[in-house]
């Protein structure tokens, strides 16, 4: 699949966490895709009309960039790419549940991201989220995802120490990664660009998603092993991220 996304050169469209933008486009650039950042409701829906896939972000949230992404997101329905959300947030306050609630109900998602406490909330169990951390989720995580999974027609990912990606009926648990990834900002918000990123040249979003989130686990185990802070670490991560996507070797992303 990563050969697919340095042939075929994805554009991916962005309507995304001004907190990380630079990075997400990036990281998109360095897998081989083609990143584009447009916001403005007059011109996503012909942006997309360009586009392999979407990646909505609601890390900075507000009415207006709601507005866009759900023009944005019919747009992609139309044409048939895949949507990515990454449900930022969600759960810390009632704007942001409702937002996620409205993008879910309006649009067809290929792939909901989000941490345990984020997809706790947007799945409707018990869940405490501090900012943009998960503080606590009641209730078997994997299994919350998959009853999710199967009320939003999507693939849902679960990010943490271990991440967990369900079909409805399929369970994917990866465990490459490093602790150091989340001592990063945006490090969340990169993930969702390559989830896009894989999405925009894959047969289904699961082996997409599954392929992606691997893919990334091994990039920062490599940053990690020449990195000891947070901001060389981040700089290696996207040099790896760009030596694994360059390199003639296969990255394992196979199905547990």
Same mark, same amino acid.
């Given at each position: 699949?990563?050969?697919?996304? +340095?042939?075929?050169? %994805?554009?991916?469209?962005?309507?995304?966490?001004?907190?990380? &933008? /630079?990075? /997400?486009?990036?990281?998109? +650039?360095?897998?081989?895709?083609? %990143? =584009?950042?447009?916001?403005?409701?007059?011109?996503?829906?012909?942006?997309?009309?360009?586009?392999?896939?979407?990646?909505?972000?609601?890390?900075?949230?507000?009415?207006?960039?709601?507005?866009?992404?759900?023009?944005?997101?019919?747009?992609?329905?139309?044409?048939?790419?895949?949507? *990515?959300?990454?449900? @930022?947030?969600?759960?810390?306050?009632?704007?942001?549940?409702?937002?996620?609630?409205?993008? &879910?109900?309006?649009?067809?998602?290929?792939?909901?991201?989000?941490?345990?406490?984020?997809?706790?909330?947007?799945?409707?169990?018990?869940?405490? @989220?501090?900012?943009?951390?998960? =503080?606590? *989720? +009641?209730?078997?995580?994997?299994? =919350?995802?998959?009853?999710?999974?199967?009320?939003?027609?999507? @693939? &849902?990912?679960?990010?943490?120490?271990?991440?967990?990606?369900?079909?409805?009926?399929?369970?994917?648990?990866?465990?490459?990664?490093?602790?150091?990834?989340?001592?990063?900002?945006?490090?969340?918000?990169?993930?969702?660009?390559?989830? !896009? $990123?894989?999405? !925009?040249?894959?047969?289904?979003?699961?082996?997409?998603?599954?392929?992606?989130?691997?893919?990334?686990?091994?990039?920062?185990?490599?940053?990690?092993?020449?990195?000891? $802070? %947070?901001?060389?670490?981040?700089?290696?991560?996207?040099?790896?991220?760009?030596?694994?996507?360059?390199?003639?070797?296969?990255?394992?992303?196979?199905?547990?």
């Amino acid at each position: 699949m990563v050969r697919k996304i +340095r042939l075929r050169a %994805p554009l991916v469209h962005h309507i995304t966490n001004w907190v990380t &933008i /630079c990075d /997400c486009a990036q990281v998109t +650039r360095s897998v081989g895709a083609l %990143p =584009i950042m447009a916001h403005m409701k007059d011109e996503v829906a012909d942006m997309v009309g360009l586009s392999r896939a979407l990646v909505l972000n609601i890390g900075t949230l507000s009415g207006d960039l709601l507005e866009s992404m759900l023009v944005a997101g019919r747009a992609a329905n139309s044409k048939k790419i895949p949507i *990515v959300l990454d449900i @930022v947030g969600c759960g810390a306050t009632p704007t942001r549940s409702r937002a996620v609630e409205k993008l &879910i109900n309006c649009l067809r998602l290929s792939i909901i991201k989000g941490n345990s406490g984020e997809i706790g909330a947007a799945a409707g169990a018990e869940a405490e @989220v501090k900012g943009v951390e998960s =503080i606590s *989720v +009641r209730g078997d995580i994997a299994e =919350i995802a998959m009853r999710f999974s199967t009320a939003a027609g999507a @693939v &849902i990912v679960v990010t943490g120490a271990a991440d967990i990606i369900t079909n409805g009926k399929d369970v994917h648990i990866c465990n490459s990664g490093h602790p150091m990834m989340s001592k990063v900002v945006g490090t969340g918000c990169m993930a969702a660009s390559l989830l !896009g $990123t894989f999405a !925009g040249v894959a047969d289904n979003c699961f082996d997409a998603a599954v392929c992606a989130m691997n893919f990334y686990g091994i990039a920062g185990e490599k940053a990690a092993s020449e990195a000891l $802070t %947070p901001m060389a670490f981040k700089a290696e991560l996207i040099d790896w991220i760009y030596r694994l996507a360059n390199s003639d070797e296969p990255v394992k992303c196979s199905k547990k």
